[in-house]
């Protein structure tokens, strides 16, 4: 079976700086797996690279088989990639519900310059959406009065209504409080599972990975150095201190 | 031969008068990131004043010489005066606020100089030409070619040469970079960035006007000029790059060239010249020869 | 239809009534007067809607001018009369020019824009005003009486006849921006004001985006060029002129962007004021331009339109309930810092 997503040899160096070195990632339809690694350590960068955002040194990156060298992220995005940000990209300047109405117009791919974007399957199932995310009451204001978890969330469910293969999620619980944090993923998980979207999902919380995925890579300085079940991955003293600097 | 030496003296003529009046622009953009669009008009201010003063001053009788002081003093006067003015009163509030709107303000700006310059010097052509023709004439090549554009390549290269030693050599260089790299970095280490971002802009303001003093002497004056001179140095740094000093150079030698050629060549095609290349530098590298496309961190 | 505030059309339709019947009590200068501002206001919701996206041009002027010169050619040298036939030229020039032009200009945004658009009207003035033998050069063309719709009214009811015309292209042109404005394309092009990462990311194309905006106000403006063209009965390359493109951009932020009625309120206000000001005093005209403009940037950014809704503005519906993942401390602090993060720099391109 070719893998969903499949990158060999991603390297990618900022002047000196090495954000990813000979990065070889395989993930397979169904997936659910977790990224960790301490601050600065190459995650972001994998997602970036992973999108078309960032063009890697050297490596290459297939998507379902299908190679993705100089393609743009919104080419990406509609071959079923979709992703959310560490810190939240929406439109301030519009409503919550409209955001939500562009990702939908965008996912149809009729876009059109007369047909109105508010039009009623779109509102319904962008009302729905907003629903499961606990984010209605906020339908009609502006992004800029959401609160910051709220932002968070909405990032998200503006890749998840693209109804993508893969969705990579770049810390997604942070700045949400411990106590939520559980909640939070139980309604993502939710939602990943009903839509059987493999996903890849960037986590600080350690005991977050060990509940909601089957597999941990550990970033380290650019390079993968564990790659496992997070029970046996997360026991070992090297990728304790290097995701958390002790061990 | 006989051509190829008329275009080399008016390339070379042309160019050193595009980079005095785009140098200015280049750098303001490069440590404020905000182009003025009264470029165009502090050169016009510097151009009526230094003609106004030189014309005054001969009028006197008195040696035709101390007029280069003159019009260096001119551009000094309206660079150090209206460029703090400018970035103090009304550029600082704006700085947070969408390029469009510190591109509005620049506009409004360039509006009101434009109409200074009338109500001070009227609408009547103004030419002081005595700088120009005492320099005289000289044989080059079979030319018979003007000592003064050669003073305006001497004093091109003085700026070039001079902007290039302050950022380099100097403290004050090291401080422009610190503040052009990361702004908020910058003035936790004790950078008095408001001052720097001040100061910047009075040298290019002082730039523009020292272009425009220093051309007074070759034109004929009249209204109007500071909106073509910005469109052709925005050109110019289009091609090099914005906030590039090097590329303001590259750009002025191709254009200046480039026109050059044109005016001999194919005098119906002189106007497309800069921006038939211009288009053409930009089709193929958007960000100019020496510009660098910024990737945001997400 | 999602339940979402529409402005009522009633308003804007009586207003078109009224207009239409104004000439009943005004006199024919000020009719005049309204048409050129009608006819400029189209070229303004071009800069306006353009705008809506973060762009700025500073040289709208140039399909302004493409129209007003279409149509002056096509009657010098096609011979063609008939005034719809005109406009309609017009506006395939401006779209043709744009559609043209766009493929360089639409990669670019901030200050590269506004000035690749001010550097390509500079050019179409400087052809405009050498090729003398084709353009006539300073003198311009003269574009004689024109019959419309086959009619050919006499000089009195011409006058009205070209009202009467741009009213009502204005008033369907300014219909179809309302459309665009609130279709998926126009949403698009704000969404690319606050984010185009994200536009890009949703699998939208922010390239296409703009494209199209950009082709619709050059069309916009390209009718509006024609419009004068008929009206004043004479053009002259001043209208591809870098301050034409000033006046456009003045007249954008002095209606303001709120609405695709604001251009029309400002470009009235506009040519009124200017009638009588410059009178007074034409050395000191664009300095007051330029003061307006500076009291408006600081004292009233959404321009005149943000004191209509001001007037009628809703009572604030009551607060949301509490967000439940809100964090317990300083989340509005939190906010703002996002806020500044998630906003496009605007500078390099
Ligand atoms: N666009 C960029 N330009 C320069 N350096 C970058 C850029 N993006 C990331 N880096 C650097 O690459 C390294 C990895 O960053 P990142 O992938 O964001 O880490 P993480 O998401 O794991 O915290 C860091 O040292 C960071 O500073
Ligand atoms: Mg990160």
Known sequence: MTALLEAAGLTKFFGAVRAAEELSVRVDEGEMVGIVGSNGSGKTTFLNLATGYLAPDRGRILLAGRDTAGLSPRLITRLGVARSFQIPQLYLGLTVLENMLLSLAARSGRGGVWAPLYRAPWTDEGRQILERFGLEAYASRSVGELPEGGRKLLDIALAIALRPRLLLMDEPTAGVSTEDKFEVMDTLVGVLRQGRITTIFVEHDMDVVHRYSRRVLVFDQGLVIADGEPVTVLADADVRKAVLGHA | MRLLTVIALDGLAYASWLFLVSAGLTFTYGVLRVLNLAHGNLYALGAYLGAFLVLRYAATGSAVILGYGLLLLAALVVGIIAGPLIERVFLRRVYSREEEVQLLLTFSISLILEDVVKLTWGVTPMFAEMPYTYLGRVRLGGVNYAWYPFLLTGIALAMGGLLWLTVTRTRLGKVLISVITDREISSTLGINVPRVYTLAFTLGAVLAAIGGAFTAPMFSLVPGVGADVLVISFAVIAIGGLGSIGGAALGSIVVGLARSAAVYLAPELDLFAIYFIMALVLLFRPQGFFGEIEVRRI | ?349
């Open chain 3, 1 to 349: 239809m999602g339940p979402r505030p529409r402005p009522s059309p009633l308003l804007p339709l009586g207003a078109l009534v009224l207009f239409l019947l104004a000439p009943l009590v005004l006199s024919g200068w000020i009719v005049f007067l309204l048409t050129v501002a009608w006819a400029k206001a189209l070229a303004v919701l071009g800069v306006v809607l353009l705008l809506r996206g973060g762009l700025l041009t500073f040289g709208h002027a140039l399909y302004y001018a493409a129209g007003a010169y279409a149509a002056g050619m096509a009657v010098k040298y096609l011979h063609v009369r008939e005034g719809l036939a005109l406009l309609g030229l017009a506006l395939l020039a401006g779209v043709g020019t744009s559609a043209l032009l766009g493929l360089l200009v639409a990669r670019y945004r901030g200050v590269y824009f506004a000035l690749l658009n001010l550097a390509f009207s500079m050019v179409l003035y400087g052809v405009l005003l050498k090729f003398y033998a084709i353009t006539g050069g300073t003198d311009g063309l003269g574009l004689p009486a024109p019959p419309l719709a086959g009619l050919r009214p006499v000089a009195q009811s011409l006058r009205l006849a070209l009202y009467d015309l741009t009213l009502v292209l204005a008033a369907l042109l300014i219909y179809a921006a309302h459309r665009f404005s609130a279709s998926p394309v126009g949403y698009t092009l704000r969404a690319i004001r606050d984010n185009e990462v994200r536009v890009e990311y949703m699998g939208a194309s922010v390239w296409r985006t703009i494209y199209v905006s950009y082709v619709i106000a050059g069309g916009l403006a390209s009718v509006a060029g024609a419009l004068i063209g008929l009206s004043v009965g004479h053009i002259t390359p001043d209208l591809s002129f870098w301050s034409q493109s000033g006046e456009f951009v003045f007249v954008a932020i002095l209606g303001g962007t709120g609405s695709v009625l604001a251009p029309v309120v400002g470009s009235i206000v506009f040519e009124f004021v200017r009638n009588y000001a410059f009178e007074l005093s034409p050395y000191t005209w664009q300095m007051t331009l330029g003061i307006v403009l500076l009291v408006i940037i600081f004292f009233l950014p959404g321009g005149l339109w943000s004191l209509s809704a001001l007037a009628r503005r809703l009572p604030r519906r009551g607060a949301p309930p509490p967000f439940r993942t809100s964090p317990r401390d300083g989340a509005g602090a939190a906010g703002a810092r996002t806020a500044d993060q998630a906003r496009e720099p605007r500078g390099g391109r």
